[in-house]
């Protein structure tokens, strides 16, 4: 059987062609465009230090291409190469700079250092203070089903009634409300940065990076800090996940 | 005539009847001048502004050409002595001409840092009287003792330099100018350090910011770990800076014999750099603890809040860093007999080293459209979000570590031949022991996304050291291994192509990059205080600038910087054929 050999530029091109193509059509949800032009960018920096680590292969990357236009019997080839490629370019570079109907991609920032009269809060209903008496196992299960009831009839509208932030409105949010059940979000936060995030709301958020997208509403306008303390111990039990602690 | 006579006399009397009101006026109008004029100048002005690019931009270019030029000259003279040292325990010369080298670069650029300095610090107190005078009330005494040993640095340098061919017979008394010379340069750094680290963690002060103890300003939160942090980031920032100095004298040189010792000189700075870069995310990572548990705000918003973008370019260039550290060692295969060996391995280390890069430089939130965020529909990823947290970077860096290590290691035996008996089960234990520590590596990354932050925090000691133990045994085995080895040849200095020694020149750009870009990170962090949470920059400046507008000034910053080294490496090369 005769042995297929694909010379190292074309499977350089194939590589790269086949990488993007699945993940641009196969990873579900799909990658948005600014992680796929970093993998794709990647994949070709990788192609070319594989490529150049060794001068033979080298040599044998650029031969097609030395091939292409070095051979007086290539003409159509080359013209074509030469009129195809910029244009190719061009057309791309129209494509992503022309004006679009939709706003551009955005750099969120999601974690604003919160104000210093919220940092090192504990939650009064799971431990108290320094010197204070533990609460008792009891009422803490009790102020959970408090935070239940104050969760649902505040709360799941938007973050939905499995805590995963999808909500009946969600679909009218962006960006949408978070999904407490993903470990990259309540459970990353100490239970004082989410009390922070809950009192005061979208507008409470601090100056740097404006302007913020956020519909959260300022809950201390209409919850006292006890029920907001309620619905942390809430949301943390329902999602399943431990506030973070510091050591 | 007597109707002009009247007339100029009435319009006399009206002056005259007018005179006193504008002497009032103009009286009034001076006074009111001279209060608000003489009161400005009865008081210090908090700020000056600096012509055309204002006071902060003047600072921050000067301040940073400085700390570059510093960490250059802090960091060369270590690997000075230490390859100095090198050549008296092995006798050859060409260790005492590369120190040598090392050092006449040292030479040039010590006089540029401290004009660098001296710019800084006039600049200092111009524009920023204030903050300047605050700082002296603080740390007056640590001025004077830093003055005293910027003297003894610059004497114990030109005696370093002026004595070493005096004293080619007296190493050792030679070698002891070296050691003070690193001596007094690391306690400068120390002490710049505590200036720097009290502006972002002041300790030692009551509540209205006056000194209480000196030793407590000095002995702040960030201060020990910045100093552990500099010093392996200048060693590693001169080994790079080293390494492109050579690249750029192997590309002029003009005979075999010049190209061969610059390729040398070359992978002795490339190493050197990589080796301080192996622990330096593990030093910057202790920086972060300690900055965390010093306030809790200044940490969220340095890695959490808009300055985390910046991040993402610190995980491409310390990526870029590291491949380029490999690709040069899988290039220098090639002027090794044996080395061709090895070369089946490159493509399995840089499959693992672009994995682990995407991974460390895939964002946790990520830059989407409307379009492109409701198709995701969640607010992170599914498959990206995982990528995102410290889990899933602390793995990659830990395994983009390790296969550093390893390609040195392929480096190191690639022209030998191993001679004892135990040499194949030898190879297997170091096999087994870096399979291993990758093990607990990825072990302790994939548990980390079942257990509490403060639990997951403590896994990362357990990754570091399962990395670090295992590249001291590995090390500690090989040179047992390869005692004894025979060699399948010589390794052939200088023949490297071209593209290697632009390597090192990129390695030297994203280092200095680098180095800017984690400066700014830091002193961005404390937004509109002098003084954290102590004195208040009230200064039209005060803003936190864009990304944009931020890296456009640390390219400007590199690319000045470059243009002062080029001249250096200029005015070296031409020193040399005078």
């Given at each position: 059987?005769?042995?297929?050999?694909?010379?190292?530029?074309?499977?350089?091109?194939?590589?790269?062609?086949?990488?993007?193509?699945l993940m641009k059509y196969v990873v579900q949800p799909p990658l948005p465009s600014s992680i796929l032009a970093m993998y794709v960018g990647m994949i070709l920096f990788a192609i070319f230090i594989y490529v150049t680590v060794e001068e033979e292969r080298m040599r044998e990357f650029?031969?097609?291409?030395?091939?292409?236009?070095?051979?007086?019997?290539?003409?159509?080839?080359?013209?074509?190469?030469?009129?195809?490629?910029?244009?190719?370019?061009?057309?791309?570079s129209f494509n992503a700079f022309s004006p679009k109907i939709s706003p551009p991609a955005e750099l969120r920032t999601v974690h604003p250092a919160p104000p210093d009269e919220y940092v090192g809060l504990v939650n009064p209903l799971r431990e108290s203070g320094e010197g204070g008496a533990k609460p008792h196992e009891g009422d803490l299960e009790e102020h959970v089903q408090k935070g239940a009831e104050i969760y649902f009839k505040n709360c799941f509208f938007c973050h939905g009634d499995a805590l995963d932030g999808k909500g009946h409105f969600a679909e009218g949010f962006t960006p949408l409300p978070a999904n407490f059940r993903d470990q990259g979000t309540i459970a990353q936060l100490q239970e004082s940065y989410v009390f922070w995030r809950i009192k005061t709301g979208g507008p409470g958020l601090p100056t740097e990076s404006q302007p913020w997208n956020s519909a959260m509403p300022i809950w201390e306008d209409f919850l006292t800090d006890e029920e907001i303390w309620q619905v942390i111990l809430y949301i943390y039990e329902g999602a399943g996940v431990e506030p973070r602690t510091w050591e | 005539m007597e109707n002009i006579e009247y007339r100029i006399s009435n319009i006399e009397s009206r002056i005259a009847s007018r005179l006193p009101a504008s002497r009032f006026l103009l009286l009034a109008l001076f006074s009111l001048f001279m209060l608000f004029a003489l009161s400005a100048f009865a008081q210090e002005p908090a700020y000056r502004h600096f012509p055309?690019?204002?006071?902060?931009?003047?600072?921050?270019?000067?301040?940073?050409?400085?700390?570059?030029?510093?960490?250059?000259?802090?960091?060369?003279?270590?690997?000075?002595?230490?390859?100095?040292?090198?050549?008296?325990?092995?006798?050859?010369?060409?260790?005492?001409r590369l120190a040598k080298e090392f050092t006449k670069l040292l030479l040039i650029a010590f006089s540029t840092t401290a004009t660098f300095g001296a710019i800084m610090?006039?600049?200092?107190?111009?524009?920023?009287?204030?903050?300047?005078?605050?700082?002296?009330?603080?740390?007056?005494?640590?001025?004077?003792?830093?003055?005293?040993?910027?003297?003894?640095?610059?004497?114990?340098?030109?005696?370093?330099?002026?004595?070493?061919?005096?004293?080619?017979?007296?190493?050792?008394?030679?070698?002891?100018?070296?050691?003070?010379?690193?001596?007094?340069?690391?306690?400068?750094?120390?002490?710049?350090?505590?200036?720097?680290?009290?502006?972002?963690?002041?300790?030692?002060?009551?509540?209205?910011?006056?000194?209480?103890?000196?030793?407590?300003?000095?002995?702040?939160?960030?201060?020990?770990?910045?100093?552990?942090?500099?010093?392996?980031?200048?060693?590693?920032?001169?080994?790079?800076?080293?390494?492109?100095?050579?690249?750029?004298?192997?590309l002029s040189s003009k005979t075999d014999e010049e190209r061969a010792h610059y390729d040398w000189m070359g992978y002795v700075g490339n190493f050197i750099g990589t080796a301080a870069l192996i622990p330096l995310p593990f030093a910057g990572y202790w920086l972060g603890k300690e900055i965390y548990e010093y306030s809790e705000p200044l940490m969220i918003r340095m890695m959490g809040g808009e300055l985390s973008w910046l991040f993402i370019i610190q995980a491409i260039l310390i990526g870029v860093l590291f491949i380029g550290?490999?690709?040069?060692?899988?290039?220098?295969?090639?002027?090794?007999?044996?080395?061709?060996?090895?070369?089946?391995?490159?493509?399995?280390?840089?499959?693992?080293?672009?994995?682990?890069?995407?991974?460390?430089?895939?964002?946790?939130?990520?830059?989407?459209?409307?379009?492109?965020?409701?198709?995701i529909g969640a607010t992170h990823h599914p498959l990206l979000g995982v990528f995102g947290v410290m889990s899933a970077k602390n793995t990659a860096v830990n395994l983009i570590i390790l296969t550093t290590f390893f390609s040195f290691m392929l480096y190191q035996r690639a022209n030998k031949i191993e001679t004892v008996t135990w040499a194949?089960?030898?190879?297997?234990?170091?096999?087994?022991?870096?399979?291993?520590?990758?093990?607990?590596?990825?072990?302790?990354?994939?548990?980390?996304?079942?257990?509490?932050?403060?639990?997951?925090?403590?896994?990362?000691?357990?990754?570091?050291?399962?990395?670090?133990?295992?590249?001291?045994?590995?090390t500690i085995l090989s040179s047992l291994i390869l005692r004894g080895a025979t060699s399948m040849g010589t390794i052939e200095w200088g023949k490297m192509p071209a593209r290697s020694q632009y390597t090192l020149i990129v390695l030297a750009l994203t280092i200095v990059t680098l180095m800017g870009l984690m400066g700014y990170i830091r002193s961005a962090t404390r937004a509109d205080w002098h003084v954290y949470r102590v004195l208040r920059d009230t200064s039209p400046e005060a803003f936190t600038p864009t990304i944009?507008?931020?890296?456009?000034?640390?390219?400007?910053?590199?690319?000045?910087?470059?243009?002062?080294?080029?001249?250096?490496?200029?005015?070296?090369?031409?020193?040399?054929k005078q």
């Amino acid at each position: 059987m005769r042995k297929f050999n694909i010379s190292i530029f074309w499977s350089s091109l194939v590589l790269l062609g086949v990488s993007y193509l699945l993940m641009k059509y196969v990873v579900q949800p799909p990658l948005p465009s600014s992680i796929l032009a970093m993998y794709v960018g990647m994949i070709l920096f990788a192609i070319f230090i594989y490529v150049t680590v060794e001068e033979e292969r080298m040599r044998e990357f650029l031969q097609p291409i030395r091939g292409l236009f070095l051979d007086e019997k290539k003409k159509t080839w080359q013209t074509l190469v030469l009129i195809g490629f910029p244009l190719a370019i061009g057309v791309y570079s129209f494509n992503a700079f022309s004006p679009k109907i939709s706003p551009p991609a955005e750099l969120r920032t999601v974690h604003p250092a919160p104000p210093d009269e919220y940092v090192g809060l504990v939650n009064p209903l799971r431990e108290s203070g320094e010197g204070g008496a533990k609460p008792h196992e009891g009422d803490l299960e009790e102020h959970v089903q408090k935070g239940a009831e104050i969760y649902f009839k505040n709360c799941f509208f938007c973050h939905g009634d499995a805590l995963d932030g999808k909500g009946h409105f969600a679909e009218g949010f962006t960006p949408l409300p978070a999904n407490f059940r993903d470990q990259g979000t309540i459970a990353q936060l100490q239970e004082s940065y989410v009390f922070w995030r809950i009192k005061t709301g979208g507008p409470g958020l601090p100056t740097e990076s404006q302007p913020w997208n956020s519909a959260m509403p300022i809950w201390e306008d209409f919850l006292t800090d006890e029920e907001i303390w309620q619905v942390i111990l809430y949301i943390y039990e329902g999602a399943g996940v431990e506030p973070r602690t510091w050591e | 005539m007597e109707n002009i006579e009247y007339r100029i006399s009435n319009i006399e009397s009206r002056i005259a009847s007018r005179l006193p009101a504008s002497r009032f006026l103009l009286l009034a109008l001076f006074s009111l001048f001279m209060l608000f004029a003489l009161s400005a100048f009865a008081q210090e002005p908090a700020y000056r502004h600096f012509p055309l690019i204002g006071s902060r931009n003047a600072i921050w270019i000067i301040s940073q050409l400085h700390l570059m030029f510093a960490a250059f000259i802090l960091g060369v003279p270590i690997f000075a002595v230490i390859v100095e040292y090198i050549g008296v325990r092995t006798k050859d010369p060409k260790f005492d001409r590369l120190a040598k080298e090392f050092t006449k670069l040292l030479l040039i650029a010590f006089s540029t840092t401290a004009t660098f300095g001296a710019i800084m610090l006039f600049l200092l107190i111009g524009l920023y009287p204030n903050f300047f005078n605050y700082m002296s009330s603080i740390f007056f005494p640590t001025f004077v003792i830093y003055s005293l040993l910027f003297f003894g640095e610059g004497f114990s340098l030109y005696l370093y330099w002026y004595s070493w061919d005096k004293l080619m017979n007296k190493k050792w008394l030679h070698i002891t100018f070296g050691i003070m010379l690193n001596v007094f340069g690391t306690l400068l750094m120390i002490i710049a350090n505590t200036w720097v680290t009290f502006m972002m963690s002041p300790g030692g002060i009551d509540e209205q910011g006056a000194l209480i103890s000196l030793w407590g300003a000095i002995n702040n939160f960030t201060w020990i770990p910045i100093n552990i942090h500099r010093f392996i980031a200048n060693i590693c920032f001169g080994g790079f800076i080293v390494g492109a100095y050579a690249a750029y004298r192997f590309l002029s040189s003009k005979t075999d014999e010049e190209r061969a010792h610059y390729d040398w000189m070359g992978y002795v700075g490339n190493f050197i750099g990589t080796a301080a870069l192996i622990p330096l995310p593990f030093a910057g990572y202790w920086l972060g603890k300690e900055i965390y548990e010093y306030s809790e705000p200044l940490m969220i918003r340095m890695m959490g809040g808009e300055l985390s973008w910046l991040f993402i370019i610190q995980a491409i260039l310390i990526g870029v860093l590291f491949i380029g550290a490999n690709y040069y060692l899988w290039i220098a295969l090639s002027r090794i007999k044996g080395g061709e060996r090895f070369r089946k391995y490159v493509k399995y280390m840089l499959f693992l080293l672009v994995i682990c890069f995407a991974i460390w430089m895939t964002p946790h939130s990520l830059v989407a459209s409307l379009e492109e965020a409701r198709k995701i529909g969640a607010t992170h990823h599914p498959l990206l979000g995982v990528f995102g947290v410290m889990s899933a970077k602390n793995t990659a860096v830990n395994l983009i570590i390790l296969t550093t290590f390893f390609s040195f290691m392929l480096y190191q035996r690639a022209n030998k031949i191993e001679t004892v008996t135990w040499a194949k089960k030898g190879k297997i234990a170091q096999i087994i022991i870096l399979g291993s520590a990758a093990g607990v590596v990825i072990f302790y990354g994939i548990y980390g996304y079942y257990v509490p932050a403060a639990v997951r925090i403590g896994f990362s000691v357990y990754q570091v050291s399962a990395v670090l133990a295992a590249m001291i045994l590995v090390t500690i085995l090989s040179s047992l291994i390869l005692r004894g080895a025979t060699s399948m040849g010589t390794i052939e200095w200088g023949k490297m192509p071209a593209r290697s020694q632009y390597t090192l020149i990129v390695l030297a750009l994203t280092i200095v990059t680098l180095m800017g870009l984690m400066g700014y990170i830091r002193s961005a962090t404390r937004a509109d205080w002098h003084v954290y949470r102590v004195l208040r920059d009230t200064s039209p400046e005060a803003f936190t600038p864009t990304i944009a507008y931020a890296t456009q000034m640390i390219s400007i910053i590199t690319f000045i910087f470059f243009a002062f080294i080029c001249f250096i490496f200029w005015l070296g090369h031409m020193g040399e054929k005078q």
